[in-house]
């Protein structure tokens, strides 16, 4: 919950008695955590901070399916309350765990209370607190300790799935139908856990959410455990006609050429078309197929101004021709997000989008994604 002062240290006998304890739960499954730590990578495709294990990932994958709370939020506030500390495998490099996540697996500051059921005891420790005029409180707090990693996180998941926070969070944002999330929801989601009283820093929800954006979290909330495993392109979606894993980039057009070999229009479109063509006024909105990155802003002579976006696991997307592009390189985008305006530029006989999917770096047929 509360971050824990890394500078401060417990000069009483209390200390004496933590670190006795920490001496022997380090001694007991140091042997373990070394194997369980040094053993794991994540999937191909994915992008996370060292010191998040696959075993955390699954549990956080449990309580989505458990209780519909978005992986993005988990991961954000693990790697906000206890990342880049200097416990554990590459904590000499500041890629480790902090001291109460890698002693006592207590991944999120979770204060101890009897409804614990996960909590094998307590250890006292000191904290800084907010206060609500924004000065800083040190006071001393027991914290729960955990099992497993996996513990803790499922503990999370039972403390947002009841009040104070469940009407705040899950209630409030989770889609009703399908359980899905937006950016936005999950982003909604992480303020409602702050609201209800989970952190006092005034900073909490934006360096959580920044966590969100820089790994591209938001990708998890939409997935499976089996999904994530496979790595690469995500299915329940991907690979599928019909699926809608890809939203229509320009609903208002018509399609004027699918994807595969053709005549070359007015002898000098392609022959072996890449893409599918959407037919529309010049002026008419593109929207982003899925969240992602824009990586490509620019324009060539052949492509007119055109864009391309990373959605993460070696699928990409492009958009051509383009009168006008309203979004930058490096800029995160979310799925049916206004990107760009239908034009004539490049080597086009009418205004039309040109919309190419890219999987690991082979243009192929966008219907299988629409
Ligand atoms: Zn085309």
């Excluded at 503990?155 to 009407?167: A, C, D, I, V, W």
């Excluded at 592009?325 to 760009?340: E, F, M, R």
Aim: a negative charge; one cysteine or more; aromatic letters at 12%.
């Amino acid at each position: 919950m509360k971050r824990l002062l890394k500078w401060l240290t417990i000069p009483t006998v209390l200390g004496v008695l933590i670190l006795f304890i920490t001496i022997t739960v380090l001694y007991e499954t140091l042997a373990s955590a070394m194997s369980v730590l040094g053993s794991q990578s994540q999937p191909a495709g994915y992008t996370l901070p060292p010191f998040v294990t696959t075993d955390m990932m699954q549990a956080f994958f449990k309580t989505q399916e458990t209780y519909g709370i978005p992986v993005s939020t988990g991961v954000a506030q693990l790697i906000a309350e206890s990342g880049f500390g200097s416990y554990g495998p590459g904590g000499e490099s500041g890629q480790g765990l902090s001291g109460l996540a890698y002693n006592y697996r207590n991944l999120f500051g979770i204060k101890y209370f009897s409804g614990d059921q996960y909590a094998t005891g307590s250890v006292d420790m000191i904290t800084g607190e907010e206060t609500p005029g924004g000065d800083l409180e040190v006071t001393t707090a027991a914290f729960s300790i955990y099992a497993t990693y996996g513990d803790c996180i499922r503990q999370r998941g039972r403390m947002l799935s009841l009040e104070p926070y469940y009407s705040r969070t899950i209630a409030r944002y989770k889609n009703p139908c399908d359980g899905s999330y937006t950016t936005a929801q999950a982003n909604g989601f992480m303020n409602g856990i702050k609201e209800a009283g989970w952190a006092t820093s005034s900073s909490y929800v934006t360096n959580c959410i920044n966590h969100m954006v820089t790994y591209n979290l938001y990708q998890f909330d939409n997935m499976t455990w089996e999904d994530y495993q496979a790595g690469q392109i995500p299915s329940g979606g991907g690979g599928t006609p019909g699926s809608g894993y890809l939203a229509n980039p320009c609903p208002a057009a018509s399609i004027s050429s699918e994807f595969g070999g053709r005549t070359s229009p007015g002898g000098i479109g392609s022959t072996n078309h890449k893409g599918r063509d959407y037919a529309a006024p010049a002026g008419t909105p593109i929207y982003a197929a899925a969240d992602g990155t824009v990586i490509q802003s620019t324009y060539n002579s052949v492509r007119g101004n055109y864009l391309q976006i990373d959605h993460g696991n070696g699928l990409k997307t492009l958009y051509q021709h383009c009168s006008r592009i309203i979004v930058q390189n490096g800029q995160h985008v979310n799925k049916g997000q206004v990107i760009a305006y239908v034009g004539n530029t490049g080597a086009s006989t009418g205004p039309h989008l040109h919309f190419e999917v890219w999987e690991n770096d082979t243009p192929v047929d966008p219907r299988n994604y629409l």
